[in-house]
């Protein structure tokens, strides 16, 4: 990218069970260059390098207006642990707000593994509680 805007860090807890509610996912950046408006935004990936679910801070509605060079930025989401058991990597992006100029943008930033011993074939697996009452 550009660089105006550049990402310094991902961080995610490396494993994930079946008693994580959720995933949190912390990105750091620094602004380089002064910028009207930007967008970050993340993708997960599983082990076939398909996309699983993504967003960013336009489709949350939060603006990053305005900021100037040496700011640092740190963003936290938090996502629901609706993933299968399996291997994932995140790629994360800072973009103009028109998607036009790409100040940043990291491939396989971060990895996590689900192990939640719970698997199914499906691409999510979120939780489901089950009852069952018999009767006679």
Known sequence: GTEEVRQTS????????????TLSLTVDAVVNKNVEEAI??????NATNVPIMGTNTKI????????????????RWEVPNIFN??????DVAIQSLDYADVYDWWEDAAYFRV???EASSYSINPLVELTIDVKS
Do not use: H, Q
């Not at 991902?10 to 509610?21: E, H, R, W």
């Open 115 to 117: 192990e939640r011993g």
């Open 40 to 45: 970050l935004g993340f993708k997960i990936k």
């Open 85 to 90: 058991d399996g291997d994932y990597t995140i």
């Open 10 to 21: 991902v961080k995610i807890k490396k494993t994930f069970g079946s008693n994580d509610k």
């Open 60 to 75: 949350k509605g939060k603006a990053l207006n305005n900021i100037k060079a040496g700011d640092k930025l740190t963003a």
